[in-house]
């Protein structure tokens, strides 16, 4: 069975927990670790509550660094809260000092499991996470586009009335306004999106995947569901051994950077990347994530 730490308990942490709780999993203990320690005794008392009538018999509980030391899986959701008015990369010096003191007391307790990261920008946090904590790059995880697909395979659903489990399409790139859509490896069942949506058509779905969090964030403040249930899907391919394909933040050697494309993961983590065949001007999107990603790595002071 598997041990998780969340370090950070606001909205995308407790998401990920309760959501965690509502799934069969090999998750048996989970610790929550939170600047407020009333808070997490609060939310702890008040998940365990629920655990009469869920699937899943999980032990909750308050913990600390040390509690670390044994587990498979630390989630880093701590981090400043993106505003209205704010993307992404506008929090990267906020978000930097906040995990460099995270990352190095983790590693202090002798932590051997696999790092993920969803504290935003999550490209470049997963990047911070990596360099401080020395680990393999595989056992270092950012949720990368994951939500992206998620929110297109949802929308191309919605459009064509067809189960998002049968849409086989990727955002990939920086998770951020650079990301966008490979249309030309892009299905449904068998067939290619073209056979079920026009240009406008595609081009409006990338705009509302690119939108979706700003729209959320506008109206109720933060997104949190969404990020919550990659992050199970993200835990459960690790601690069942899956090779599944997810659209997580993982390393790319030749630019020495984390960004989104679909690798496959499984016990040792990020095993390995899927090739994805672009179009010259696909080619020339996912160079812009890289650029972007770069410009923003030479502005953090590891």
């Known amino acids: 069975m598997g041990k998780v730490v969340i370090i950070g308990c606001g909205n995308v942490g407790m998401s990920y927990a309760y959501a965690l709780l509502n799934q069969k999993s090999k998750v048996s ?4 670790i939170d600047l407020d ?54 929090l990267i010096s906020k978000n930097c000092v906040i995990l460099k003191g995270i990352v190095g007391e983790v590693v202090k307790s002798g932590f051997k499991g696999i790092f993920v990261v969803a504290t935003n920008p999550v490209d470049i946090m997963t990047y911070v996470t990596w360099k401080i904590s020395g680990f393999d790059y595989k056992r270092v995880i950012g949720t990368g586009t994951s939500l ?38 892009a299905n449904v069942g068998l067939q290619n999106i073209d056979n079920f949506l026009n240009k406008d058509e595609l081009e409006e779905v990338c705009r509302e995947v690119r939108e979706a969090a700003y729209e959320i964030i506008k109206r109720k403040g933060n997104t949190s569901y969404g990020i919550g249930v990659c992050l199970v899907r993200i835990t459960n391919a690790i601690l069942n051994d899956e090779n599944s394909i997810i659209t997580v933040s993982s390393y790319d050697e030749e630019n020495d950077i984390f960004m989104g494309l679909p690798s496959v993961l499984n016990r040792n983590g990020a095993e390995r990347r899927i090739y994805v065949e672009l179009s010259e001007e696909e080619t020339e999107k996912l160079q812009n994530s890289v650029d972007i990603l770069k410009e923003a790595k030479a502005k953090i002071n590891l």
């Not at 203990?29 to 929550?32: G, I, K, P, R």
């Open 29 to 32: 203990e989970l610790v929550l």
């Open 37 to 90: 320690k009333k808070k997490i005794e609060g939310e702890v008392m008040d998940l365990s509550h629920c655990l009469a009538f869920l699937p899943s018999k999980i032990k909750v509980k308050v913990g600390d660094y040390e509690d670390c030391r044994d587990a498979d899986i630390v989630m880093i959701a701590a981090g400043a809260k993106q505003e209205d008015n704010e993307t992404r990369m506008d």
């Open 148 to 185: 992206d697909t998620a929110r297109l395979r949802y929308l191309i659903g919605q459009r064509i009335n067809i189960d998002t489990k049968n849409i086989h399409a990727y955002v990939i790139g920086e998770h951020g306004d650079s990301e966008f859509v490979p249309w030309s490896g």
